[in-house]
């Protein structure tokens, strides 16, 4: 039987060599039989409804609600209104600090964004609360509403993103400009883009005392606790949360909203536990977005087509009352050698909900911009665009020179263009046409991801029937990270990964991090193994110490953990189970625990990044402007691969992502109101299976010795990055027309079509 390591059997399975087999998702058949429990399937006992009301205007004031027909409403139990709403014991209008936002809980009648939660009604059944919320009959004085550039006010910002500095300079860029032999200057716009996870942002909360039970999607369980606890009063370990399965987080789940914590704060007035579950329109304001851009990029180069200067510069909406900016032209620092670059943002306050993390925020909206400007620089010289990112990738960090940790990007342009078929590539656009006459464009972009690490802790418990027990908090977002993290410590444990049981998805576990930043495995993995080789140096201790082991006098370090068996490290026909050295000892298990963080020293020295390069086939009809992504090739190195079937399809939705980024995404608002004119999902546009072509994502392999001990990187946003810009350059390929404006619409190559 060949071995295909896209569908294992299990006499592919190798013993000691877990990590790098391409199994499938732990949860997977839980999943599609429909037994895999959400928030939403959570029904205690006496369970009430929650249900929001929320603004219908971007800006003013709410000046009557008629909470008396709501109450009148039969099944209705209580209307939460500014002005009977419990306090709370963190002020809502002040940042929870990590990473929380200023909430809106019913403050005060200040509206300040469409959808802003006005009132919450709760009742017997969600009929009830739902009919009794339509009779709220919310009464406004309205001020316009600011939902545009011009009508936005423009600020001085302090920091970007979760804390970044707004501006990084390396050398002198006007100096470099002026050097140039050619400038590129352009502008481009990305517009606001909605998480739309299939599953909304529910929860259901029951008190008992001053202890409460959060059942909730949650990508940060340990920072949500002590969130909770902070606006109850209450100390962090008397929050629960469960958070076993998401159906999509993309960051919108990673911190709290005013939503959830209304939900709990009812339950606890009440008395009785509450259950609330967003509608699809509910989450177009409260829980975040991708705010909007317009940047500005400036490229110089000399006559050798090499960079002289790289200048991005981002505009970045945020709401009139809280800041989440965007990081995008950050994108400009960590990818292309330059002797001076400047990256630099300014916000602008507009009457929309506050923006948050989303989808490689910043990464995917800066890269976006930045790799159809490196395009327009290489037409500008007369160059193919790869080679001229050939002669323009970073071989070290830029302005800091320190080594990446890994230089793999050079082999990730080399193993797309060669999959791809880009040689022979024409350099002028619209040289290529489809036996049907479609215009065809093949177009290119860089990517490139950090490689953040967040602390966390694990347990490891082998037990005397040989098996164990690893435990880490932290939830399963669907990209199969209890499949890989269970392959990671039995690689530690020396167990297959079936010995293996894993808990987690609840916060009662050792804190498992934060799964964001397309950080989760390298976080919760790290523990992981640490707690793992824990264990095993607990059970040696047991068996080296012990004469009736054939490993007695080994010692620590003269013992390996392989197949269920502890091995003499010097003579390994000398070995014995984990079974029989606990049941000698008389131990029914052994338990090993270990928090990991980053190696601050390595990551002083060396820059860590996933890099990869994305080749796009776009084709396009020449009448009607309608365009379809026939083809895109991704290679990526992304350190270790712990699961080559779950990491080629984490890049596989990163590079979906991409499509929708670059031709389909964007929430629309009416200027005259502020309202989002599409918020639902048969109006805002999300790529659906006919529009995802042949995808193909090569694992290039890199070994990286200083990211972690794992050698593992991120893998879950950096397919977003690449794809956005190479199918933008594709379009222009196709059509000859450079579109800076994302998603990419049909007018846009027809109006502008050349003659
Ligand atoms: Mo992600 S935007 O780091 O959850």
Redesign the pocket.
Known sequence: MPLDPASPSPQHRRHGSNMGQPLTRRDGVLKVTGRATYAADNHPDGMLYAVIAVSTIARGRVTALDVESAMAHPGVVEVLTPTNRPPLAHDPDEKMPPFGFRVEVLQDDTVRYVNQPIAMVIGETWEAATEAAALLDPQYEVESARTELKSGKRYDLAAIGIGAPPRTAHGDVEAGLKAAAQVTEADYVTPSQYHNAMEPHAIVAEWDGDRVTIDMPN?AMALSCAAYAAYFGIPAENVLIRSPFLGG???SK?ILNGPQILAVLAARMLGRPVKLSLTRAQMYGPVGHRGRTWQKLRIGTDHDGRLTALHHRALCATSSFDEFIEPAANASLPLYASPAILAEHEGLRLDIGTPG?????GEASGSAALEVAMDEAAQACGMDPLAFRLANYAETEPGTGRPFSSKALRECYAEGAKRFGWAGRPIEPRQMRDENGFLVGWGMGSAVFPCPHFPAEARATLRADGTALVETAGADMGQGAWTALAQIAAEALGLDPDQVELHSGISSLPDGGI????GHTASAGLALHNAGQDAIARLAELATADPASPLFGAGNIGVVARSGRLHRRDDSGRSETYAKILTRAGRTEVVGKARAARDEAAASTHAMYSHGAVFAEVKVDPDLGQMRVTRLVGAFAAGRIINPRLVRSQYFGGMIWGISFALLEEAITDRRTGRIMNADLAEYHVPINADAPSLEAILVPEDDPYVNPLGVKGV??IGITGTVGAIANAVWHATGVRVRRFPIRIEDVLVNQPT
């Open positions: 990508q987080g993309f960051g990673a993390p989303m989808r490689a925020p799964a964001g930043g397309s879950g946003e």
